[in-house]
């Protein structure tokens, strides 16, 4: 295992079409709906970005930022979305790691707060999210737990 790095899309842009790829395998959002979020990253269309942990030229953790996470809240955004870390990764701090450069980041644009949805519980105290109540996703039966960050 290499030294592993942090990195904002934005500073390896090559990466697009990889990691477009990658939040797809994880997750079974379609690729194009990663990249178009992405595009509009990389084009300074908006701040909503995408962040990851590379170990050497592999992707082993990541997550994106975007409006609305699939959820009737519609004024609770953006919205932290498709955290990842791969399994032979985890316990090692690595989405820890990427939810506080993400919100770094945010914060330094004068994004705050920040969102996320989730069925964890537990996880995201550890790093300063808060519990802020429940949401509907759309199309879901249960509801689920909506996190805040400020």
Avoid at 63 to 83: T, W, Y
Avoid at 101 to 128: C, Q, S, W
């Amino acid at each position: 295992m290499e030294e592993l790095t942090f990195i904002a899309l934005r500073e390896k842009p090559k990466l697009k079409d990889t990691a477009a790829e990658w939040f797809h395998s994880k997750w079974g959002v379609p690729k194009e709906a990663y990249l178009e979020c992405m595009e509009s990253y990389l084009n300074n269309e908006t701040e909503y970005g995408w962040y990851l942990c590379m170990d050497g030229n592999r992707i082993v953790g990541g997550l994106g930022v975007i409006k609305n996470d699939f959820h009737d809240r519609k004024d609770l955004c953006p919205n932290v979305c498709a955290v990842y870390t791969e399994e032979e990764y985890r316990c090692k701090g690595i989405a820890g790691h990427l939810l506080d450069m993400t919100v770094n980041d945010l914060k330094a644009r004068g994004i705050t707060p920040v969102y996320l949805v989730t069925d964890h519980t537990g996880f995201y105290e550890r790093y300063g999210w808060q519990f802020l109540c429940m949401v509907q996703g759309d199309g879901e039966p249960e509801m689920a737990r909506m996190y805040i960050h400020r």
